[in-house]
């Protein structure tokens, strides 16, 4: 199989002509007058088409040394790595998997083998023993291609998905280093802020543990062992909470374990830097309800933070830290079970988009479930090779023969990591837990699970994109709470190239304002609106594709800003578009959204990337729509509340027509499930013509009334 083609650079023209058009529906027509003289004046044109002649220079050179490459592949993971604020709510984003409906959940009752740890062991250990199934398939070369309508997607990414770690800046460096371990072979398990490890891969990367039972000793004796183990003040050393820290402080704190004349702590970083992964056990449990979904997805993100201030407690001390953001290794991939078996991914971002993760939550997923399956018949199809390759089992009692271990050079047993703190680590673990206590203190996180109707209803009805629509909801939402429109993100992949990532999908168009407006526009029709839709849906999917063609404007003058500031700084002046307002607005986004769905997942989210910020992770089924919203300080439920009530709201213009030829022909008036939301009203004189109009829309505003002078602003 070929190579995908190198990722394009797209002509510089088209590449002003597309800013130009994405920023116009954000600015006012004065700061887009002065934006255009600014991109097409001739000191501008001149110096960009230096740069640009300078980054195909660039990217010829590149072909030639990393066939496997792209020319926006270094700019890409500088971005990341030099980035110095904590990855915490700012680089790594979760999934959450669908629950295992093949494990019954007795974690409230001391049942099952593992008492109340049984869904947890159980739950974990299916789906380690899948992970490395895959990375098998990864290492042996037996995975099956990404494809998407005939088209292979580049498989790069996945190199860097195992064995990797962010690792901070070194003594006088200014970037971090993604730092990957190509003959990994063991994974740590961190349980009350504890590390263990052991191997799970032989030296043919094949799996050591061939079913789950095998592994779920292991898995078990680490949480009895956690436990029972007492530390200083009663708790435990929470080593991981280093890697909340911003990378500057963890660079310095890193480097004084180096320094150390003990070996002990740097030897005990060199283990979990170099694992696969990390297995984090959490000792909490959350159930189904709204508040318990927050919390859920809050700490698959950032994890929880929990301050014991009881003052009759006396055997407590107090402002002790008892969340999950103390069980996290924030710097490497995560796979995290709670106590009653619900499951996510968390995972540091430099080396790999959503798309590559998604694949390994759906392979991972799809086989724990079959592997249930397999115990009942033999017949159940396998989704990766099912090879003979040889397989070394490990006696998997609490207390292996040393003899069998040693013949075969594995560590089949979990190991405690002890780490060994001084005054300076203390403190350090201290202010780093107060830091990050403060920092999740500052976000706010809402799931909206809408299941009115999903992408076979907006296919059938609205004859729309399903990912189109639900952008231009986010729009009505934001603008039935502020008046304005912002920047607004979407990623579009672009591994149809090779070392392909992802390129910006810009939702507000001109068309996508008319539609927003329309809604609130006393003169507009249901007609007009339904219309009006549909173009901006349309203008949306021709922008996505474009970016999934590497045709967008973002990555190509991101390059040529880091071809200037890396090589050029010093002896040319930096080209006017990048010192202009309008590059600083395309930079801010405000409302950043991502689509990554699939039926295994139930929800998906990551923190916002300004301080006024929206994080929007959505996932749309045939059925549902899923949502993750995240802010700081901002008005997060209400938003979340104004998406649901804004896809309501569209739903009904387009049914209203059905809806009054239906309560016609009955004669009845309509109840309350025909109206979403209370104080929702049809006009009856205009129903079911084509001058129809809604008067619905008020409720958006919070009971106020349309504000002409914005529609027409």
């Known amino acids: 199989m070929s190579n995908p083609p190198r990722l394009p650079i797209p002509p510089l023209k088209d ?19 002065r934006m255009r003289k600014v991109v097409y004046s001739p000191e501008n044109l001149d110096l960009l088409e230096s740069l640009h002649e300078k980054l195909i220079n660039y990217d010829k050179e590149l072909a030639q040394e990393q066939p496997e490459s792209s020319y926006i592949e270094r700019f890409w993971y500088d971005s990341y790595l030099e980035y110095d604020a904590s990855v915490v709510l700012n680089v790594n984003p979760f999934f959450q998997l669908q629950d295992d409906p093949t494990i019954v959940d007795t974690s409230a009752t001391d049942s099952g083998p593992y008492g109340y740890s049984t869904v947890q062991v159980k739950r974990a250990a299916k789906l380690t023993t899948s992970i490395l199934k895959f990375i098998r398939e990864l290492r042996h070369g037996t995975m099956k291609p990404d494809i998407i309508k005939g088209t292979h997607l580049s498989m790069d990414q996945y190199k860097k998905l195992f064995g990797s770690s ?5 003594p006088g460096e200014q970037s971090c280093h993604l730092q990957t371990d190509t003959t990994s072979h063991h994974v740590i398990v961190m349980y009350k802020s504890q590390f263990y490890w052991f191997d799970v891969l032989d030296i043919n990367n094949d799996p050591i543990f061939s079913t789950p039972e095998e592994i779920e000793w292991n898995l078990y004796s680490i949480i009895m062992d956690g436990n029972n183990t007492k530390n200083i003040n009663g708790g435990t050393l929470p080593f991981g909470v280093f890697t909340t820290e911003s990378r500057r402080v963890w660079s310095n704190i890193r480097d004084y374990i180096f320094r150390s004349e003990d070996p002990s702590n740097w030897k005990i970083l060199k283990i979990i830097e170099s694992a696969l992964f990390v297995i984090c056990l959490d000792d909490v449990s959350f159930g189904d309800s709204a508040k318990d979904k927050r919390e859920l997805a809050k700490s698959l993100l950032c994890g929880t933070s929990k301050i014991e201030l009881d003052f009759k407690k006396t055997n407590v001390p107090l402002n002790v830290q008892h969340g999950t953001c103390l069980n996290r290794w924030f710097d490497k991939l995560q796979l995290i079970i709670t106590k009653n078996g619900k499951a996510g991914i968390n995972f540091e971002h430099t080396g790999f988009d959503g798309h590559t993760v998604l694949r390994l939550a759906i392979d991972i997923y799809t086989d724990s479930i079959l592997s249930f399956a397999r115990g009942v018949s033999k017949n159940v199809p396998d989704i990766f090779d099912n090879r003979n390759g040889t397989i070394i089992k490990g006696d998997n009692s609490l207390e292996m023969n040393s003899e069998q271990s040693n013949l075969a050079n594995l560590i089949t047993i979990p190991r405690k990591l002890e780490w060994k703190a001084g005054n300076f680590l203390l403190s350090s673990l201290h202010f780093a837990e107060t830091r990050i206590s403060d920092c999740i203190s500052q976000y706010e996180f809402v799931t909206l699970d809408f299941d009115k109707f999903g992408g076979d209803h907006i296919k059938s009805l609205f004859k729309c994109s399903p990912d189109a629509f639900t952008q231009q909801i986010f729009q009505i939402a934001y603008y039935a709470l502020y008046g ?64 999934s063609m590497g045709l967008g404007q973002d990555r190509h003058l991101y390059a040529l800003y880091s071809i200037w500031n890396l090589w050029y700084k010093d002896s ?12 600083s607005i395309l930079n801010t986004n405000v409302i950043s959204t ?26 749309i089924r045939d059925n549902s729509i899923s949502i993750v919203v ?58 079911s013509t084509s001058i129809a109009k809604s008067k619905d829309l008020r409720f958006l505003l919070g009971g106020y009334d349309y504000f002409d002078v914005s529609v027409s602003g």
């Open 630 to 687: 995240s802010s700081r300080h901002r008005q997060t439920h209400r938003f979340v509340s104004l998406i649901e009530r804004s896809l309501l709201e569209v739903n009904h213009i387009f049914s209203r027509d059905l809806d009054e030829v239906m309560d016609e022909a009955s004669r009845v008036t309509p109840n309350q499930s025909s109206d979403y939301l209370v104080g929702m009203h049809r006009d009856a004189r205009n129903s």
């Open 15 to 33: 590449t002003l002509d597309r800013f130009i058009k994405r920023l116009e529906p954000l600015q006012d027509e004065k700061q887009n007058s």
């Open 572 to 583: 040319m002046p930096l080209p006017p578009i990048f010192q202009d307002k309008s590059w």
């Open 594 to 619: 991502s689509n990554c769905g699939n039926p295994c997942l139930k929800n998906f989210g990551f923190g916002p990337v300004t301080a006024n910020g929206f994080g929007i992770g959505y996932i």
């Open 166 to 170: 962010r690792i901070p800046p070194g």
């Open 484 to 547: 304005k429109f912002e920047t607004t993100y979407e990623p579009a992949m672009t591994k149809g190239f090779q070392n392909g990532r992802t390129e910006a999908i810009r939702t507000v168009t001109p068309q996508c304002k008319k539609f927003v407006k329309s809604l609130f526009d006393r003169n507009a029709t249901d007609d007009d609106r339904k219309t009006y839709l549909q173009q901006a849906c349309k203008e949306h999917s021709t922008i996505t594709r474009e970016c």
